[in-house]
């Protein structure tokens, strides 16, 4: 399930993935109204997980539920498998009402006595008269609340004007919509039936068995029995939803089906389109078939991304659909990239399922893997072997904070059940086995994950089933080199050296842990790396020698090369998930001569690394700022946006109020010309990566350039777009919006919050936020963040504005003001708190741009003690903090170079700019 809310950086993806989340609880949580104990006779509830002692077998549920209220009623049965004498049985369940609870053994029924846990999600039903071995049955009248304020559990959206209820369940929210065992390991079988108001459909993750018409009007779904799953892959919608029929999918010819809201579902033609398609190529690359009876994929408004639920996919409405007229080429991709990720799910996940939290990344690792090997073959010039790269040097990022989790982490309370869903677990893990497969070969890592689906197909698994099914195919033991990089955090710098004497010309490796300027080495970390070696043979031919460096020193022989290479490259396509720094000669030999022969991948590798080195002060911020500069002429649309990342080292953090206007000059004029010459209107004939680059080249050059011909242009069009949409072409909306608010005065404000207040459409009214969520005016910035509060605007979709605030060092500082002065407003104890208190841990990224010591203490001082009282928090707080340490350390050792770097550029004629790949 990845997080694909628009972002204003990563920290605000990790905010928005939890704060459409869960409702604040009332102060005092609905428990039983039937057979409740004293609280005196309460058994000791679970802390984290259940007993193992009763399991279930399996759960019918019926559900009454209207969506235009937030009550519903359920009833559960479940069937149980008692495997030791016990008084009492232990299930999760969050704010729900129990009405009645019955608990039947050998035909006899007997009424159970329920307990509520003063801490956690439990709720026990106790007789007096112990179960026995053998099975037994437990029945649960009871009532729960569909929210309007978040997208976890079950909650309520209003969409054009019609009400529908939508569910998220992962990782642990099915309990707040049924008493249930929320745990993977618990995989059994489920069935559904709906009682719903007229006018209004039900669907989950069966097909239907029948329908029919209740005494009150409304309609009874009834749905098939699923095959066996844990609760969090569950899910339904209810509401007056239309239907696309796609083309049957896969090799069972599965009835396949995009859902959308009312009137929608010519928005949802690309993705009937494509879907078939990428299960098909799924199927062929694992040798098994989709094994669902069914494939919907149903739009919800305000989820945070997309959920692989089996037989019932959810998307993002704005991800998943687009008229026609407005749909854009990045939107395609995205939704594809995407559902590529998710339907990989349902072999990574549903059919072979983690099973418990500390293995998540044998389902977001390997779905977020199988994605780039997968669009490769579909879809061979969407670039994603390069594109593989990019996300690997985001991840070595994320992992370049001594706070970061390990892949494999393990899980000993509620909190770090929160923080597994990141960039470590679906990046980083990604990476590693991308690693591990060039290792290994291909082939072989094909069948090892082979052999482990068929082997645990509809059960659960570890890695270590995982890691025995590899090493069976390989031939060897994998586990010494994947456990040191699941079981410890960090990634290693490997240093080359090119030594050519007497003998055979040869590269020496030696290996560290890379970290940035700002942390401290915990000690001495070692891994076993796969490393190979690409280097010149002669005659332009190059060769590749490989190894695993598995100590702190390692030789690789170049048994091809007759003479001294011209030059080596010790990381080959970008394979390895390390940093590589050259010394001595091999680096003036690769600036040299090897430049130009080097893969698109391994270009795009090494300006990631050359950036990674400055941030740890291995090398002058000057140098690499130099190298973003040159490289940022070339023709591919992958080195140019690469060269972007680097920018991060003359950001407006670093320099004086003195130096914004040189810094704005250098954007201007690197960027500029290839920004003017593609204009805001794409032109007929040109590339798919020409479209891609346009907005971004225009964006970074007007907004940050502030290039006066692109910001005059982007102002006019901008208002133009403001009373008819077509003005701009859909690649160029944020493009546009963007410059023009950066730039923007408060006339222009003020046409902008007209128009969102009266805009119907969330998806026009999402850019119209986004649009005022990049003002730089502070007082223009703290009007806007009144929409937060305002009623009849969903805080659901303002409430990131102030994150966005957050980046600018103009406007961070009313970010953290209107954060910290409304705390309690926005997650507080009260349930008329905007967000759910679990949104509380991730508030600190409010202060994850500063880069100053009394901008740390201030966050340290507010957010410390509320943190240890919020999900995930204490992590997160850890991990904001190291990165303003960081800043402020880089900031101290490379100022001087950045400013020296502006001192120096002399503007030269730009070279004539080539076509762009």
Known sequence: MPNLLRPVALATVALLSACGARQTPPATEPVATAAEAPSTAAPTPPTLRLPKDVRPKGYAVELTLDPKASAFQGVAEIGLDVSKPTTVVWLHGKNLTVKQATLTQGGTPREATVHKSEAGDFLGFSVKEPLTLGTAKLRIVYEGVASEKETDGAFRVNEGGDWYVFTQFEPIDARRVFPCFDEPEFKVPWQFTFHVPAGNVAVTNTPQLGEEARPDGGRTYRFGRTQPLPSYLIAFGVGPFDFLEAADSGQKKVKTRIITPRGRTVEGTYAAKVTPEILAALEAYFGIPYAYEKLDVIAVPLLGGAMEHPG??????RLMLSKPEEDSISRQRAFSETQVHELGHQWFGNLVTLAWWDDLWLNESFASWVTPRIVESWQPTWDAPVERVQDRSRSLDSDSLLSARRIRQPIDSANDIHNAFDGITYGKGSAVLTMTEEWLGREVFRKGIQRYMKKHAHANATAKDFLDALSAEAGQDVTGVLS?????????????????GAGQPKVVLTQQRYLRLGSKAPGPQTWKVPVCVKYAV???????????LEGERAEVALTEAKTCPAWVFPNAEGAGFFRIQLAGEAAKKLTKAGMAKLSRAERVALLGDVRALALAGALP????LALAERSAHDPDRAIVESTMEVLDLVSMRLLPESRQADRARFLRETYGPRARELGFVPRKGESEDTRLLRPRVIRLAGRDGADPKL??????????????????????VDAVLSIAAAHGDAAFQQKLLTAVRAEKDRSRRGEMIFALSGFTDPELVKQNLGLVFEKGMDPRETVWMAFAASQHVKTQGVAFDFVTKNYDKLVGDSPDALLPQDAAGRLSFVGRAFCGEEQRKALADFFTPRAEKAPGGPRTLAQVLESVDQCVALKAAQAQSVESFLDGRVTHPQPKLQKTR
């Open 711 to 732: 910001v005059a242009e982007a102002k006019g069009l901008a208002d133009k777009w403001l009373t008819n949409p077509a003005a701009v072409d859909p690649e160029m």
């Open 621 to 624: 911020a000057s140098e690499a």
């Open 312 to 317: 019932l996919v959810t998307f993002n409405s």
């Open 538 to 548: 002669g005659n332009n031919k190059d060769a590749k020698a490989c190894t695993v």
């Open 484 to 500: 040191t990089f699941l079981d410890q955090g960090g990634a290693p710098l490997v240093t080359a050296t090119l030594e050519c």
